[in-house]
């Protein structure tokens, strides 16, 4: 298991001069860093490469699909451009050695037709899905499209949309995420369809229900993390937690206020919560599992 952060936080690029910050995550005992990928040269991606590994830290992407480039677009050139920017985001993501693309490449955030998916729309999902897994596949970079709440997306968002993209998909390298965030919407037993799903999941996100520190509302992270422990999870747990620093995220996930006092009482207390909660959950797994008749 790896202890991530999603870099939102600090803005849409994040470049060499944010040394300082990934010094200091490092420092706090973070394994990794998921880095925004919407824009940039391969080559810049390629220096932060290098300083992530001289720091010891793994990297991956966050991605989106922008609404110029939409992958379920009736246009078949709006589609290529989807295309063509899914392989972008692969370049970029292997020039500085990322592990996993992450995000909502399926569709754009935001945009809605006013009615439900369509099973066009579903099937150009799929086979745009598929490309961009089969794509990333030689640089070993798994695909983790995330499923995210109705009030920004209509495709995929549910994890039992979710799950039926993927198994229509079919492909080995292409999984999707679960988001404490958007399961607090929109599931009823968020824990209970984690364990239901595991096996198709390939990413996990830490993410409070006001997108603030983990461990200071009300999502059910002791639920949470005893799923996680009996299911044998062991990717990346990322923080995810946003901030006013870039005005259009801020705008795209409604964050009006200030939700922590600052970014190192963040960093320190999402790290210090979740090495805590996987501990105890463990062990109350453990507790449980020998206690059994």
């Known amino acids: 298991m790896k202890i991530a952060f999603n870099l939102l936080v600090l803005g849409a690029e994040i470049t060499t001069a944010h040394g300082r910050q990934l010094e200091r995550l490092k420092a706090l005992g973070y394994d990794a860093v998921e880095i925004p990928v ?15 590994r001289d720091i010891g830290l793994s990297a991956g992407a966050a991605a989106v699909a922008p609404v110029e480039a939409n992958p379920i677009s009736a246009d078949p050139i709006v589609r290529q ?30 945009v809605f037709t006013g009615f439900g998916p369509t099973e066009e729309e579903r099937s150009r999902c799929v086979e745009a899905m598929r490309a961009l897994a089969e794509y990333a596949a030689p640089a070993r970079i798994r695909i983790s499209a995330e499923a995210v709440n109705r009030f920004e997306c209509y495709l995929m968002s549910t994890i039992s949309a979710a799950s039926a993209i993927h198994r229509a998909v079919n492909h080995p390298n292409y999984g999707y ?16 369809t984690y364990e239901r799903y595991h096996r198709e999941i390939n990413h996990y ?5 006001d997108r603030g520190i983990p461990g200071t509302g009300h999502v059910p992270f002791t639920a949470h993390f005893e799923a996680l422990r009996r299911c044998g999870y062991d990717g990346w747990l990322t923080v995810e937690s946003f901030s006013r620093a870039l005005p259009e995220l801020a705008g795209a996930t409604r964050v009006w206020r200030d939700l922590f006092d600052d970014l190192d009482h963040l960093f320190a207390e999402s790290v210090a919560f979740i090495r805590h909660e996987w501990q105890a959950a463990g062990e109350r797994v453990m507790s449980k599992t020998e206690g059994s008749p």
């Open 38 to 52: 919407f824009s940039g040269r391969q080559e810049d991606y390629a220096d932060l490469g290098r300083l992530l």
């Open 81 to 110: 451009r989807a295309s063509d920017h899914h392989r972008w985001i692969v370049d970029c993501t292997e020039a500085m050695g990322g592990e996993v693309i992450a995000g909502p490449v399926h569709s754009p955030v935001g």
């Open 177 to 192: 995420m679960f988001d404490t965030f958007h399961a607090n919407i929109e599931e009823k037993d968020p824990a209970a």
């Open 205 to 209: 996100h830490v993410s409070e229900n």
